[in-house]
């Protein structure tokens, strides 16, 4: 199948992103991809809810406000409202979840507090404990001097773009006459049975009769919100688990472990001759594997195994999976090969997520390790992806790196440059210029996607091809330009 982004999805991205980027619009293995520019103004929420540093972009009375404002929103009917919180391990988290809770009681929402739990978590929680909303705060892989706030639906979903412009409005609203009496206030109550309520939930993603005996499994939680449940999930499942990552102090999330710093759970993996290393992030929805050599597995290889087994079981909803214009053109190859088709869709899970729910599919993520299935989950769980191959890994009884070398991808290289909060530098000429002389040196046979990122002032310059050395000098040429200017 082709490579294909609706026109539809260009132009909501366009509506919705603050900042320019370059999207591929149509194209394929055979064709080349064209990027359009995405312009949008959004003051508050990014493509993975409200993100920044701690005390300066999120600071309480901003956690307040968007708790006033989120729970004014949910307000629909006259039972009681309640609303669910759960965070990752970050210092700042003490801060930010004391203000939220005034914010939500203060419009007459009762709040359970969850503790440290990963994002999935807090979605399925959302649903199991019928709340009105569920709310993550975290900064997902940044360092812990950020932090975030994720908002969930009843359903469990994300928000839409629609109910964030409504957050947004009351955010910067005079909500004095809409809170609460005094007899109607809020209340507040910290839950202790939620780990094992999640750790049931993904054991049961598998065939009851599977274990995991017989595999040495190296868990590195990276120091965030999977602490507790990833290792004792693994265990409970029959696994020799060895965990890293696993004493969180406020400061040292995702310092030198988990998903973006994979380097000392491959060390590990070799040191005890592991057969599986699983690398979560700081909120544990997204998974990087390492397999038995040390070798590092991404997100497409994943979405190559599980693809290849849901078809075999006839398990998967669509004739192909949804992913995102940054995974290899490996995998598209690869799964045409199997007579399955690939649609791409912008950079984001809510957008892979968004396109599955709009057209059936159960099956997508991100090279990055945000693998959704939505048979299971609402949003991307690393835990459970993870189960997910150990599952495939035990029915063939081969190693891991036989199992996830489903396909060579392309050469492909990324890089980012940081610019200056407020700046537009991929409006500057010179960088216009740059880009589009490496579009034609790359020719039809190749990819460039230049964006920036939604959770932080980074520009990522993307490139693929056949010819690794071109693609490496494309790359650099467009760094070059970007950075004379990105100051």
Same mark, same amino acid.
């Given at each position: 199948?082709?490579?294909?982004?609706?026109?539809?999805?260009?132009?909501?991205?366009?509506? $919705?992103?603050?900042?320019?980027?370059?999207?591929?619009?149509?194209?394929?293995?055979?064709?080349?991809?064209?990027?359009?520019?995405?312009?949008?103004?959004?003051?508050?929420?990014?493509?993975?809810?409200?993100?920044?540093?701690?005390?300066?972009?999120?600071?309480?009375?901003?956690?307040?406000?968007?708790?006033?404002?989120?729970?004014?929103?949910?307000?629909?009917?006259?039972?009681?409202?309640?609303?669910?919180?759960?965070?990752?391990?970050?210092?700042?988290?003490?801060?930010?979840?004391?203000?939220?809770?005034?914010?939500?009681?203060?419009?007459?929402?009762?709040?359970?507090?969850?503790?440290?739990?990963?994002?999935?978590?807090?979605?399925?929680?959302?649903?199991?404990?019928?709340?009105?909303?569920?709310?993550?705060?975290?900064?997902?892989?940044?360092?812990?001097?950020?932090?975030?706030?994720?908002?969930?639906?009843?359903?469990?979903?994300?928000?839409?773009?629609?109910?964030?412009?409504?957050?947004?409005?009351?955010?910067?609203?005079?909500?004095?006459?809409?809170?609460?009496?005094?007899?109607?206030?809020?209340?507040?109550?910290?839950?202790?049975?939620?780990?094992?309520?999640?750790?049931?939930?993904?054991?049961?993603?598998?065939?009851?009769?599977?274990?995991?005996?017989?595999?040495?499994?190296?868990?590195?939680?990276?120091?965030?919100?999977?602490?507790?449940?990833?290792?004792?999930?693994?265990? $409970?499942?029959?696994?020799?688990?060895?965990?890293?990552?696993?004493?969180?102090?406020?400061?040292?999330?995702?310092?030198?472990?988990?998903?973006?710093?994979?380097?000392?759970?491959?060390?590990?993996?070799? $040191?005890?001759?592991?057969?599986?290393?699983?690398?979560?992030?700081?909120?544990?929805?997204?998974?990087?594997?390492?397999?038995?050599?040390?070798?590092?597995?991404?997100?497409?290889?994943?979405?190559?195994?599980?693809?290849?087994?849901?078809?075999?079981?006839?398990?998967?909803?669509?004739?192909?999976?949804?992913?995102?214009?940054?995974?290899?053109?490996?995998?598209?190859?690869?799964?045409?090969?199997?007579?399955?088709?690939?649609?791409?869709?912008?950079?984001?899970?809510?957008?892979?997520?968004?396109?599955?729910?709009?057209?059936?599919?159960?099956?997508?993520?991100?090279?990055?390790?945000?693998?959704?299935?939505?048979?299971?989950?609402?949003?991307?769980?690393?835990?459970?992806?993870?189960?997910?191959?150990?599952?495939?890994?035990?029915?063939?009884?081969?190693?891991?790196?036989?199992?996830?070398?489903?396909?060579?991808?392309?050469?492909?290289?990324?890089?980012?440059?940081?610019?200056?909060?407020?700046?537009?530098?991929?409006?500057?000429?010179?960088?216009?210029?740059?880009?589009?002389?490496?579009?034609?040196?790359?020719?039809?046979?190749?990819?460039?996607?230049?964006?920036?990122?939604?959770?932080?002032?980074?520009?990522?310059?993307?490139? $693929?091809?056949?010819?690794?050395?071109?693609?490496?000098?494309?790359?650099?040429?467009?760094?070059?330009?970007?950075?004379?200017?990105?100051?």
């Amino acid at each position: 199948m082709s490579l294909k982004i609706t026109q539809t999805t260009c132009d909501r991205v366009r509506e $919705e992103r603050h900042l320019p980027c370059a999207v591929a619009r149509e194209g394929g293995p055979d064709g080349p991809e064209r990027d359009r520019e995405l312009t949008t103004v959004r003051k508050y929420f990014g493509t993975d809810g409200i993100r920044g540093r701690a005390n300066g972009v999120i600071t309480p009375e901003l956690a307040l406000k968007v708790g006033q404002a989120a729970g004014l929103v949910f307000q629909r009917g006259d039972h009681r409202h309640r609303v669910v919180i759960g965070k990752d391990t970050r210092l700042s988290g003490y801060m930010i979840e004391t203000a939220m809770v005034a914010g939500f009681t203060s419009v007459g929402m009762d709040v359970l507090l969850l503790g440290p739990m990963p994002t999935p978590a807090v979605a399925m929680l959302t649903r199991s404990m019928r709340a009105d909303i569920g709310v993550m705060i975290s900064a997902s892989h940044n360092p812990f001097e950020d932090n975030g706030i994720k908002i969930f639906g009843p359903d469990g979903f994300k928000l839409s773009d629609e109910v964030e412009r409504e957050i947004e409005r009351l955010i910067d609203a005079d909500l004095q006459v809409k809170l609460a009496g005094s007899q109607d206030l809020g209340r507040a109550k910290r839950i202790e049975s939620v780990h094992a309520r999640y750790i049931e939930f993904a054991k049961r993603t598998l065939p009851r009769n599977l274990t995991l005996d017989g595999l040495r499994v190296v868990v590195d939680c990276a120091n965030g919100a999977g602490y507790r449940v990833a290792p004792e999930t693994l265990w $409970e499942l029959g696994a020799e688990v060895i965990a890293i990552g696993t004493e969180p102090d406020g400061f040292n999330i995702n310092r030198d472990v988990g998903s973006t710093a994979p380097e000392a759970l491959v060390s590990k993996v070799r $040191e005890l001759r592991a057969d599986i290393g699983i690398a979560l992030d700081g909120d544990a929805d997204r998974v990087l594997v390492v397999d038995e050599k040390g070798q590092r597995v991404d997100g497409d290889q994943l979405m190559a195994v599980v693809a290849r087994s849901w078809q075999e079981d006839a398990r998967l909803s669509k004739n192909g999976i949804v992913a995102t214009i940054m995974s290899n053109l490996g995998l598209e190859r690869y799964l045409g090969g199997l007579g399955l088709g690939m649609v791409r869709t912008a950079v984001g899970d809510r957008y892979v997520l968004e396109h599955m729910r709009e057209h059936g599919y159960n099956l997508g993520g991100e090279q990055s390790g945000h693998i959704i299935m939505s048979d299971y989950a609402t949003t991307g769980d690393g835990l459970v992806a993870a189960l997910q191959l150990l599952s495939v890994v035990q029915r063939q009884q081969r190693p891991v790196s036989e199992v996830c070398h489903c396909f060579d991808p392309l050469p492909q290289v990324l890089k980012n440059v940081r610019y200056a909060t407020g700046g537009e530098p991929l409006r500057q000429d010179s960088v216009v210029t740059a880009i589009e002389g490496a579009r034609q040196r790359l020719g039809e046979g190749g990819r460039l996607v230049i964006r920036p990122s939604g959770t932080e002032p980074v520009i990522r310059v993307m490139a $693929e091809g056949d010819d690794r050395d071109l693609v490496v000098r494309v790359v650099d040429d467009v760094v070059e330009a970007l950075r004379k200017v990105a100051a």
